[in-house]
């Protein structure tokens, strides 16, 4: 046991360093020797409470060239009239698009497929948008960089929570998402984020995107396998980490999420999915053995349990020096509570990531704004229910 948990400390140490080197030169900033025309497309449902930070956000982009497309579901949608005042103030930058409802995929998937039907060959860049990020001045122009200059065939980017609620469950939702926000920027790690992704007009019509996503449920990990299978490149640049608002329900929210996100993981990259697993799973081992075999007053195994909590420490001060470089001294003060938190929050995270990673081969069923799904494979959708306002 004690040479399984050292080789484990190991491993810890080593994640340490790799925030630690994330942070070295975050901020630079970006420059653009063209700027085609964008077209952001936002698929929305409802007027959550971060959509209007969104709009302000969106519409103080530094980029010179932009239009948005709003994807809705029906016009008795609560996002409409707030869309509808956008448009009102610049109709010529502002689209709304209704999509209506299949039986057959996801309603974010059936926005999306309708908004791109709208697009107009002048719109260069596509990048597809969630309504509740909180985008830097500069994010268009960092999503489009590694396009301009021929480095990358899709450019996307990674969420970093900001709790607002202050529950614990919120916290701990935080912590096992602060992990992905801080690994290597490596072609073998990158992902499309449906939260943040950019990618060419004629890649996106080259690669059937849009009929590649019909009868799908994840639009983000269907299009990141796609673009893997045709030998593109996928960047994810370390400053596109994108701020996003998090309130929860309590733990059973917490855990329904993540069991859909680990069964769409299963369903749309297996090979991520395995990986990840075993990954948090050697992890959550190694806490969970530290943990009882300093309960079982084993000397050893304490010292090397004291030391994982130091590591958690210094994992937590590298990840305050990414906020500061990003975002200054208001960045440090949204996180700070988090942040003091997160070294005694990470091991329950990773333990119940591991948990909830094994459970999602079990299901098949999930609910995702409002709407019950059964997914028997990546094009085998079906939609079972949809509440009230769906």
Avoid at 99 to 123: F, S, Y
Avoid at 232 to 249: C, D, F, Q
Wanted: net charge negative; aromatic share 8%; hydrophobic share 50%.
């Amino acid at each position: 046991m004690t040479t399984f948990l050292w080789v484990w400390l190991i491993t810890q140490g080593i994640g340490v360093g790799i925030v630690w080197i994330f942070t070295i030169g975050l901020g630079r900033r970006v420059h653009l020797d063209e700027t085609p025309r964008v077209a952001v497309i936002v698929a929305v449902k409802g007027h959550d409470y971060e959509f209007d930070e969104f709009l302000v956000r969106l519409f103080e982009q530094d980029y010179p060239e932009f239009r948005v497309i709003f994807a809705v579901e029906s016009m008795a949608d609560g996002a409409v009239p707030a869309v509808e005042k956008c448009r009102a103030i610049a109709p010529d930058r502002v689209a709304l698009v209704v999509a209506g409802q299949r039986p057959d995929e996801g309603q974010k998937v059936t926005n999306l497929i309708a908004a791109v039907a709208t697009i107009t060959p002048e719109d260069d860049v596509l990048v597809f948008a969630d309504a509740d990020i909180w985008p830097e001045p500069d994010w268009l122009s960092r999503l489009v960089a590694p396009l301009v200059d021929g480095t990358a065939d899709v450019v996307s980017g990674f969420a970093w929570l900001i709790v607002k609620d202050g529950r614990a469950s919120s916290y701990l939702l935080a912590a096992m998402a602060a992990p992905l926000a801080t690994i290597p920027r490596l072609p073998l790690l990158n992902a499309a984020w449906g939260g943040s992704t950019a990618i060419t007009q004629e890649t996106f019509h080259d690669l059937n995107i849009a009929e590649e996503w019909r009868g799908t449920l994840s639009d983000d990990l269907h299009l990141t396998q796609v673009v893997l299978r045709a030998g593109g490149r996928i960047r994810a640049p370390r400053e596109v980490l994108l701020r996003t608002a998090l309130k929860t329900g309590g733990f059973a929210d917490v855990r329904a999420l993540t069991l859909r996100w680990f069964m769409l993981a299963r369903v749309y990259l297996p090979a991520t999915f395995w990986a990840t697993l075993a990954g948090m799973s050697f992890t959550a081992l190694g806490w969970i053995t530290a943990i009882m075999g300093t309960l079982a007053l084993r000397v050893e195994v304490a010292a090397v349990l004291v030391a994982a909590l130091v590591l958690n420490v210094l994992r937590a001060l590298g990840r305050g020096q990414l906020v500061k470089r990003l975002w200054g001294e208001g960045g440090v003060a949204e996180n700070k509570q988090y942040l003091r938190m997160e070294p005694f929050l990470a091991p329950l995270a990773v333990i119940q990531q591991a948990i909830d990673g094994w459970s999602a081969l079990l299901i098949k069923r999930t609910t995702w704004a409002g709407i019950t799904y059964e997914v028997d494979g990546p094009h085998d959708v079906r939609v079972l229910e949809r509440d009230k306002q769906s």
